[in-house]
């Protein structure tokens, strides 16, 4: 049998993010968006080296993947 999710008073809104930046542009996304004002749940995160034609004059830049959910009260 499947386990019941706990009953919670915030309703979910699932977002799908994709990020470029150096690693300090990331850390501060990611600090923006823990304290943001919503509560922000990660489902899924994937960091890798970015590439394309931005990352061709950039070596340093990042792609960072996110499976979100912003957290509200209906």
Do not use: C, W
């Not at 999710?5 to 600090?31: E, I, R, S, W």
């Not at 394309?52 to 340093?60: C, E, V, Y």
């Amino acid at each position: 049998a499947q386990a019941k999710a706990a009953k919670t008073p915030f309703v979910g809104v699932a977002f799908n993010l994709n990020v470029t930046g150096t690693y300090p542009q990331m850390l501060d996304f990611l600090g923006r968006l823990e304290n943001g004002q919503h509560f922000a749940r990660v489902l899924n995160a994937r960091f890798s080296k970015a590439t394309g034609a931005a990352a061709s004059n950039n070596p340093d830049l990042l792609s960072l993947t996110l499976n979100i959910e912003l957290l509200g009260q209906p």
